[in-house]
């Protein structure tokens, strides 16, 4: 397919729920967000009863995949182990949540313009731009080895680039219509968040979106009294552990309340959606938008906002 015309709509949640009773239960004690994400993830291959046929076909398309897959150690870098199954399910789970979250409000196609900003091996590109129609993806990554391998095997979707650790991107203001950015900002120090987030800004075209996930509250381990005051006072918190072979020290978890999210990055954007658990159901979702009568320019200083709101 070669246009965003995906029957999506055409999945009635209510009637897989109904045909389907273990799903619903399986919903119903949060092992699943929707029903939607337990077809997209086991209910296709289980031929499941209760979807038309044009989403079958649909879901079909997007499925099979015959290019090449990332090594081990690339693998285990964006998703925690080598598990190839695993690897692939997520990347396309991951890939229908951000279709459905914009879809509405997005219109992708030709003469658009996507970034994957931390697009590691491909995880997700390889399956969201067959949503996206004729759009043209570019993916970024501090990750020389993947940035590499992209290149090689997946030049046939979009154009990659090795980003360093603090701005600049490759790219001229106001460049780019959506960016995504799958399980960066879980990952970096508060004050690295603030300088990517004015530099995703700055690529972003005024009145365009972009999606970036969180680790919410729900995933939050205190570690000590001392660490869960920090982050019920703060809305945010940078656990430092074992570093990940391959990518930099500073490369940690970080977890954010949506009361943060609304007072700090509000700065930078205009937060149009916080889903909870939107990604994969497990990562918080959140829909920003550039303001179309800012300018690229820091307006203010986030460390000086006020305390999250309630």
């Given at each position: 397919m070669n246009d965003m015309n995906y029957p999506v709509k055409s999945f009635d949640e209510s009637t897989y729920l109904k045909l389907n009773p273990d799903v619903s239960e399986a919903v119903q004690n949060r092992s699943f967000s929707s029903g939607w994400e337990h077809y997209i993830s086991y209910g296709f291959y289980e031929n499941r009863p209760g979807v038309p046929f044009e989403v079958y076909k649909a879901i079909k398309d997007i499925m099979e995949d015959d290019k090449s897959f990332p090594p081990e150690q690339l693998r285990k870098r964006v998703h925690g182990d080598e598990n190839l199954s695993s690897f692939v399910n997520i990347g396309r789970i991951v890939s229908f949540n951000i279709y459905s979250s914009i879809n509405s409000m997005i219109e992708l196609g030709e003469h658009r313009f996507i970034l994957d900003f931390g697009c590691g091996c491909g995880r997700v590109i390889r399956y969201f731009h067959k949503f996206s129609g004729n759009s043209s993806f570019y993916g970024t990554d501090i990750?020389?080895?993947?940035?590499?391998?992209?290149?090689?095997?997946?030049?046939?979707?979009?154009?990659?680039?090795?980003?360093?650790?603090?701005?600049?991107?490759?790219?001229?203001?106001?460049?780019?219509?959506?960016?995504?950015?799958?399980?960066?900002?879980?990952?970096?120090?508060?004050d690295m968040q603030f300088v990517w987030l004015e530099e995703l800004r700055r690529v972003t075209k005024r009145g365009g979106y972009l999606l970036l996930t969180t680790h919410g509250e729900d995933l939050f381990k205190a570690t000590s009294e001392e660490s869960n005051r920090q982050f019920r006072k703060k809305g945010f918190y940078y656990s430092i552990g074992a570093r990940t072979e391959g990518l930099p020290d500073f490369y940690q978890t970080s977890f954010h309340t949506k009361d943060y999210i609304y007072s700090y990055w509000s700065k930078f954007f205009e937060i149009k959606k916080f889903i909870k658990k939107?990604?994969?159901?497990?990562?918080?979702?959140?829909?920003?938008?550039?303001?179309?009568?800012?300018?690229?320019?820091q307006q203010d200083d986030p460390a000086d906002a006020d305390k999250p709101r309630r």
């Open positions: 990750d020389e080895e993947a940035i590499s391998w992209c290149q090689h095997e997946l030049s046939q979707i979009g154009k990659f680039v090795k980003n360093e650790e603090s701005p600049r991107l490759p790219f001229g203001d106001e460049f780019f219509d959506f960016v995504y950015s799958i399980s960066v900002f879980t990952h970096l120090p508060e939107g990604i994969a159901n497990n990562q918080d979702l959140i829909l920003c938008k550039k303001r179309a009568g800012l300018g690229n320019a």
